[in-house]
Each structure stands twice: as structure tokens, then as C-alpha cells.
């Protein structure tokens, strides 16, 4: 089991930078494919990006390729969020999750642990 905990949300202005974490804890993190989502007011949640076990692959919503970053450090069970150029549409409340896979590939399915939140505004 892994408890998953974000960190880094807050205001951003349009055309800035911010840079989300996620705490996981446990020592088999490294098993885990993980990924970001978001849900942003009256919406349902979306995914937004995932990583492979070793970080190697990834993959991106259309909404946020070429802006948005995945990565992970599995030496210290984090993973982050670069947000590059933030549009006021970025707007939601993100959320970071995981997944025992099996295989080095991203996974883009049903996660099983998620974390609880943390809100991002981005004003125009």
C-alpha cells in the first residue's frame, strides 16, 4: 500500500511556472506507475499525465503536451509536476495517484491509491 501526499498548489499568474510534488511513502515505490489528474470545478476529474516505473516513459493529455512535465525521483519516492505556461484553463484541483503495474510503461487505466489534492489557480 502507498499513502500518496501533493504539495506546491496555489495562484499562478498565466504564462508562469509551478512546480507540484508528491510525497509517497513506502519502500516499494518504485513498483508503482504514477500518475497526475485534476478536476476542475463542475468537471470530472481528467487525467493530466503518467510516468513508468523508472521514469523512463511518459505520457501526456493533449491539453498539456508540450507545457506540462512528469517526472519522478525514486531515490526520495517523489513525483512532480513542471507546469509551464499556465492558462486560466489549468485551473483545478490536481491530483497525484499510483498503481502497482508490472511492466516499465506508463499507465493511463484505473489507479488504486490517490492522494488529497492540492488546488491551483491560475489568474489571467
Known amino acids: 500500500q502507498v499513502q500518496l501526499v501533493e504539495s506546491g498548489g496555489g495562484l499562478v499568474q498565466a504564462g508562469g511556472s509551478l512546480t507540484l510534488s508528491c510525497a509517497a511513502s513506502?519502500?516499494?515505490?518504485?513498483?508503482?506507475?504514477m500518475g497526475w489528474f485534476r478536476q476542475a470545478p463542475g468537471k470530472e476529474r481528467a487525467f493530466v499525465a503518467a510516468i513508468s516505473r523508472s521514469g523512463g516513459n511518459t505520457y501526456y493529455a493533449d491539453s498539456v503536451k508540450g507545457r506540462f512535465t512528469i517526472s519522478r525521483d525514486n531515490a526520495k519516492n517523489m513525483v512532480y509536476l513542471q507546469m509551464n505556461s499556465p492558462k486560466p484553463g489549468d485551473t483545478a484541483i490536481y491530483y497525484c495517484?499510483?498503481?502497482?503495474?508490472?511492466?516499465?510503461?506508463?499507465?493511463?487505466?484505473?489507479?488504486?491509491?490517490w492522494g488529497q489534492g492540492t488546488q491551483v489557480t491560475v489568474s489571467s
Open positions: 495517484a499510483a498503481k502497482w503495474i508490472y511492466t516499465d510503461t506508463y499507465y493511463t487505466g484505473e489507479y488504486d491509491y
Open positions: 513506502g519502500h516499494t515505490f518504485s513498483y508503482y506507475g
